[in-house]
């Protein structure tokens, strides 16, 4: 009982008591809760205004700040305001030359013409790019600034709050640096508008100047073989034009324009000239010093330079005025003249102390030839006088020609060449003289013009492909008398390799000289440049014929490479008597890495897909295994031989009933001179899986072997004794084996013994048989063996 009593007290006691501290617990917790409320009083709302007034001082400061660094640097309307009057000035000789005149202009001017207005065109859209974006940015700006302007809180007012009132100073001084800065962000703005409607203009009166010079190219391209002069017999003997000195005035006034212009806007192309110049004139000038040095003079004393000399200014600037439309193919006709003009000073020059007096004599014919032609298309017109003036020097040009053609040296130029040439230098002088009698001047001029161009060009040329190869043969010579890296190729065959590139490099440039003098080279270019860009389709893909010639010319250049770069580590014609000479199989390697580099460059400038190339991968591997394992068995054995090394280029060695001497191992195939002196293509899958027998992978020792028949009769130790000697004495013995002398076979009235000796290169052993034979014979003979 007492202990119920106890328990019921205790469990009342506890319930007090929880309800106690839960109470007390939920009373703090109101009071904590009242004391995080906060109590907003004014103070603490005036208190909010300068964080917000202060982040958008700060922006309006950083906006003022920017539009003055602008308008310090002006936007760049100055550099732009400066030119364009300039430009200006070309698109309104061009207008006064071509817009409204009834007079047939030449194409060579039109063209002309055609290239200034291109090039002052990209220069006006480049410029309306850069103030519209200017216009765009200030526009911008000027939003900004009436953003900031019209805002309340930026404007200081008397019932402002203590705390503004602490920044009314900076706020009124911000606001007046906001009206400046609008006013100067305005001004710039009319600027860059007016400078932009101005460039506007002029770009588009540009426009319509090309539509008039194409139509005027069109309707040259139509009359360019009409009549445009009586014919000869019915023109009259003079003109009331005939002022020769007005006529060549007026001829050269326009080109002289289009020549500064070109000069003017092409200045990069020709410092890039001069840095190749004077690079070429270090070099040679270099290897020149090296070579009067006392360890090399000797031995390059036998050296004779018909081009190049000590102190190669001449031959510097030959090679930079034939190399020049190679850097500037848009040039116009006149600056060509021009280039050709001083290309003849400095040949006539180079002539004047190395060819005979009357070769020399005969080379002043053809520059006063050249200089007279020049004067007359520049001065003619279709009176009779001047016209048949014309038709005699197309005629003298023709004899000119055929006396080059029959005097010149072929080492000079190779026939070739220079029979083509000749050939388009006649029919052009004699198509002149028929365009003339009917009238149609303007393309005898041209083709008089041209022909006599063509014959210039051809000597500059030649005399060009001479200087680099002397060039190039100078460094070679000099790299191989100081075993520097040249030392390694074969001469030979970089002198035929470097002349054929040279000569295809001359090819090209006449070409070009040649289209250029007939007004073609535009056209031309741009009919080569649509075909080869015209986007094509072929089922689902893409293509360009550019890409295509792209990825044929890679392959091409990769394979060729491969093929030759064998010069590069003095690869040349081995004899099967040689000594035996490994050379490495590095270029084996070289010529996979060529390839490897050459397929997957020729796979990214075709432009071809690299998902559809795993398609047509995939479609090949089918082929692989069905035709072409035997190609690929090949392939990957070339380069399992090239790894494993199981023989080295100069190695004898024995497949089946194939031996010989290693010469080259390709990619699919390996070559192999014999003894005989055949040359055997071998597959390398057989050299990979047949019996390969390498007699000189470590030495090139061979145990060789002959029979002996003698008499039964004969002292056998005398004989052994003979046999000893001969083979001792002989060349090509390893004189620390002996000479193993064995009876073969017995019979009644003969024995048959066999000589077993080493002899140290396997490439004398028929020398050697020969010789040892021939010995034997002899002192057999004179200690009366007798031989069975």
């Known amino acids: 009982m007492i202990d119920l ?14 309800s106690f501290i839960f109470c007390l617990i939920l009373n703090q917790h109101q009071a904590f809760s009242q004391e995080k409320t906060p109590v907003k009083t ?25 539009i003055n660094t602008s308008n310090k640097n002006n936007y760049n309307l100055t550099a732009i305001r400066t030119e364009l009057p300039e430009i200006e000035a070309n698109v309104n000789e061009v207008k006064d030359d071509v817009v409204g005149t009834s007079r047939i202009i030449e194409i060579k001017t039109l063209l002309s013409y055609q290239s200034i207005l291109k090039g002052e065109q990209l220069q006006l859209a480049a410029w309306r790019e850069t103030l519209s974006d200017y216009n765009n940015n200030l526009r911008k700006t000027a939003e900004q600034i009436i953003k900031f302007s019209t805002d309340t809180l930026l404007t200081p007012l008397a019932k402002d709050t203590s705390g503004k009132q602490l920044y009314k100073a900076q706020l009124t001084d911000l606001r007046q640096k906001l009206q400046q800065s609008g006013k100067l962000n305005a001004s710039t703005l009319d600027s860059a508008g007016l400078l932009l409607a101005q460039v506007s203009k002029l770009y588009f009166e540009i426009n319509s100047l090309q539509t008039t010079i194409n139509e005027h190219l069109k309707q040259s391209g139509k009359t ?49 000239l001069i840095l190749v110049g004077t690079a070429f004139f270090i070099w040679v000038f270099r290897n020149f010093k090296i070579v009067n040095q006392l360890q090399l003079n000797p031995k390059l004393s036998v050296l004779k330079f018909n081009y190049i000399g000590t102190f190669p200014l001449l031959a510097t600037l030959i090679v930079v005025l034939n190399i020049t439309p190679l850097f500037e193919p848009a040039s116009p006709p006149s600056y060509i003249e021009l280039i050709q003009l001083a290309l003849l000073f400095v040949l006539t020059l180079f002539f004047r102390k190395r060819i005979k007096a009357a070769k020399f004599k005969f080379w002043l014919l053809i520059v006063a030839l050249y200089i007279i032609v020049s004067i007359t298309i520049a001065v003619i017109n279709y009176g009779l006088i001047l016209r048949c003036g014309l038709i005699m020097l197309n005629l003298v040009s023709g004899y000119i020609g055929l006396l080059f053609y029959k005097n010149i040296d ?21 198509f002149a003289i028929l365009l003339n009698f009917f009238g149609r001047i303007s393309l005898a001029k041209v083709f008089s013009q041209t022909a006599v ?35 390694k190729i074969n001469f030979v065959k970089v002198r ?43 089922g689902k893909i893409d293509y360009t014929l550019g890409n295509i010639l792209l990825f044929g010319i890679i392959i091409y250049v990769s394979l060729w490479l491969q093929k030759n770069v064998g010069i590069l580590f003095g690869e040349n014609n081995s004899s099967f008597t040689d000594k035996l000479e490994h050379k490495s199989s590095k270029l084996a390697l070289v010529r996979l890495i060529v390839i490897v580099i050459g397929f997957f460059a020729a796979i990214t400038a075709s432009g071809f897909p690299v998902d559809k190339l795993t398609v047509v991968l995939g479609a090949l591997s089918v082929g692989i295994g069905l035709g072409m394992q035997n190609i690929v068995n090949n392939f990957v054995s070339g380069i399992i031989l090239i790894f494993e090394r199981p023989f080295q280029i100069g190695d ?32 390398n899958g057989d050299l990979l899986s047949g019996r390969l027998v390498n007699w000189t992978l470590s030495n090139s020792y061979l145990k060789t072997e002959f029979l002996l028949k003698i008499s039964s009769e004969t002292d056998i130790e005398n004989v052994k004794k003979l046999i000893e000697t001969v ?30 000796v080493w002899i140290n290169s396997i490439y004398s052993e028929t020398s050697f048989k020969g010789k040892v034979l021939e010995q034997m014979y002899t002192q057999f003979k004179q200690n009366g063996i007798k031989m069975m």
């Open 453 to 487: 161009s063509s014959l210039i060009q051809v000597v500059g040329l030649a005399v060009f492909v001479h200087i680099i190869s002397e060039s190039l043969e100078l460094q070679i010579r000099i790299s191989s008398c100081s075993e520097g890296f040249f030392s």
């Open 42 to 66: 004014a103070s603490d709302t005036a208190a909010t205004i300068p964080d917000t007034l202060l982040f958008k001082i700060e922006r309006a400061q950083n906006i003022i700040t920017q």
């Open 496 to 538: 035929k390799t470097v002349r054929r590139v040279l000569s295809i490099v001359a090819v090209l440039l006449w070409l070009l000289v040649f289209f250029i003098n007939l007004n073609f080279s535009g056209a031309l270019f741009t009919m080569i440049e649509t075909l080869l860009n015209k986007q094509r389709t072929f």
């Open 224 to 272: 360019a073989f009409s009549k445009e002069s009586p014919y000869l017999w019915s023109a009259p003997p003079i003109t009331t034009t005939t002022n020769l000195g007005k006529l060549f005035r007026t001829s050269y006034q326009g080109q002289n324009r289009i020549l500064l212009y070109f000069i003017n806007n092409t200045w990069d192309n020709r410092l890039l």
């Open 652 to 683: 004898f060695v024995e497949l089946a009933d194939k031996k010989g001497k290693v010469l080259d191992i390709g990619i699919r195939a390996s070559r192999m001179l014999t003894p005989q002196g055949s040359e055997v293509i071998v597959p």
């Open 410 to 430: 072929r080492r000079t130029i190779p026939k070739r060449y220079l029979k083509p040439i000749m050939s388009i230098y006649l029919l052009l002088n004699g």
């Open 727 to 756: 083979v001792v004495k002989a060349d090509n013995t390893v004189k620390n084996m002996p000479v193993e002398i064995l009876f073969n076979a017995i019979g009644a009235e003969s024995i048959e013994l066999k000589v077993e």
């Open 5 to 18: 009593h106890f328990f019921r007290f205790y469990k009342t006691y506890l319930s007090l008591s929880i």
